[in-house]
């Protein structure tokens, strides 16, 4: 009864006054509402703390310019060629007979090919939803080479690890701003 009491003190609205529920056939039906309980200290805090990240996401906002016709920043540039370079080296192991161990079937490569092609085609044209996937495998990369480096045992498996997480994690990093400028609005003047 207590924790109902205590959830529906913090879910009433701030400055609306508190008013108990009725108790199914109890005398506190009748009882008038009772003055509002103050909102707590962490409930402010919180409020304060997003109003300030708006005022600083609203400030970072102002200073995006939008992407000009036919404009592609490096980052955008560089994760072209990245994804062609995937591609292509993808294609040559292919074509080379590499085997990834523990699969059955060698379609799964000329997927990834397909998709790595179709994601640098996509970015060139500049299609948000293809930077969105560029960047999201990127981000699993850099996780996926971090983890790796808990089980790396000599200094060139660190060095590899370190390497591709932080060439990966960089460039999803500059990724982040283009898909911000591809999302900016124009404005007059």
């Known amino acids: 009864m207590a924790r109902r009491r205590r ?30 309980a103050p909102p707590p200290a962490g409930a402010d805090r919180m409020r304060r703390g997003y109003a300030r990240s708006e005022e600083r996401n ?15 920043p490096a980052p955008l540039k560089v994760a072209v060629a990245v994804a062609l370079g995937l591609a292509l080296a993808n294609l040559v192991a292919f074509a080379a007979g ?15 090919v397909a998709l790595m092609l ?16 560029f960047a999201t495998l990127m981000a699993l990369i850099t996780v996926a080479f971090s983890l790796l480096l808990l089980i790396a045992s000599n ?22 701003r283009v898909m911000a400028r591809m999302q900016a609005p124009h404005r007059a003047g």
């Not at 913090?10 to 005398?27: L, M, V, Y």
């Not at 970072?60 to 939008?66: C, D, G, N, Q, V």
Request: proline residues 8%; glycine residues 12%; hydrophobic residues 50%.
């Open 7 to 36: 959830k529906e003190r913090t879910a009433a609205p701030s400055g609306a006054p508190f008013t108990r529920p009725a108790e199914p056939g109890g005398a506190e039906a009748a009882e008038a509402p009772t003055a509002a």
């Open 98 to 112: 590499a085997d990834v161990p523990g699969s059955s079937s060698r379609l799964g490569g000329l997927v990834f």
């Open 58 to 72: 609203a400030a970072i906002r102002a200073t995006l310019t939008p992407l000009a016709p036919g404009e592609r």
């Open 155 to 176: 200094v060139i498996a660190v060095g590899v690890c370190l390497a591709f997480a932080l060439s990966a994690g960089w460039l999803f990093w500059k990724l982040i």
């Open 118 to 133: 179709l994601a640098a085609w996509g970015m060139w044209q500049r299609r948000y939803w293809a930077v969105l996937g």
